[in-house]
């Protein structure tokens, strides 16, 4: 009598038990690494447009109060709500040292003997609302005169990637005075965090010092 091979139905069950098993482990491991991957993606986008913001900001600042080939009083420092001056204003104000606005100004086109500022030769960035209510960080531009030119005037255009949310802006000013001078320079340090708009837990802040050259006297 031929013995009869192959596998019980008891041994095929176990056997097709190991195998879903292992299959759902594969897919499990899968779906981690995916979600991983793609977090870390998402994270890698975000830190990347905050760079981009940050660099932007970082080259303008420093410009404050630039002149280009003063000889005298330098035109290019902005008076502030109180009267006084600086080549950094923050919150509208020369003294003030911690806000979310930032204004200033420089000499864009290096007009020799220049005496006064023009429209185009204005910058600022606040933080502010796009017309969905989505926090932004905005840029000063202007367009008839500088009339408008203050933190809380309408003429500022929105500078952030659509797919960010801003969550913080601020801008801290610290004075660095020479020993029997009175000239200021000026460090600004910005922070900036951030998140994406389809997934608020990925978030990010970028921090940064600025120093503006372009002493305050």
């Known amino acids: 009598m031929r013995r009869a091979r192959g596998y019980t139905l008891v041994e095929m069950m176990v056997g097709m038990t190991v195998s879903l098993i ?25 830190r990347t447009q ?18 280009y080939d003063c000889t005298s009083v330098n035109p290019f420092r902005a008076e502030g709500k109180l ?7 923050i919150s509208d104000g020369a003294t003030e040292t ?11 086109d290096k007009r020799a003997g220049a005496s006064t500022y023009g429209k185009d030769d204005a910058k600022g960035y606040r933080k502010g609302t796009d017309a969905n209510g989505d926090n932004v960080i905005e840029i000063y531009e202007n367009w008839r005169g500088l009339g408008n030119w203050s ?19 601020s801008f801290k000013r610290s004075l660095l005075q020479s020993v029997g001078s ?17 997934d608020s ?17």
Request: glycine share 4%.
């Open 22 to 46: 292992v299959i759902a482990s594969s897919l499990a491991l899968f779906t981690i690494n995916t979600e991983f991957g793609t977090k870390q993606l998402q994270n890698d986008f975000l």
């Open 50 to 67: 905050l760079n981009i913001i940050a660099d932007t900001m970082k080259n303008e600042i420093a410009r404050a109060g630039f002149c």
């Open 83 to 89: 009267g006084d001056f600086s080549s950094i204003l």
């Open 98 to 108: 911690e806000g979310s606005c930032i204004r200033f100004l420089y000499n864009h």
């Open 151 to 169: 933190c809380d005037s309408s003429h500022w255009k929105d500078m952030t990637f659509d797919r960010l949310s801003i969550e913080s802006l």
């Open 182 to 198: 009175t000239n200021k320079a000026q460090t600004v340090e910005v922070t900036i965090t951030a998140s994406l708009k389809s």
């Open 201 to 217: 837990s990925i978030s990010d802040t970028v921090n940064f010092t600025v120093t503006v050259p372009n002493v305050d006297g």
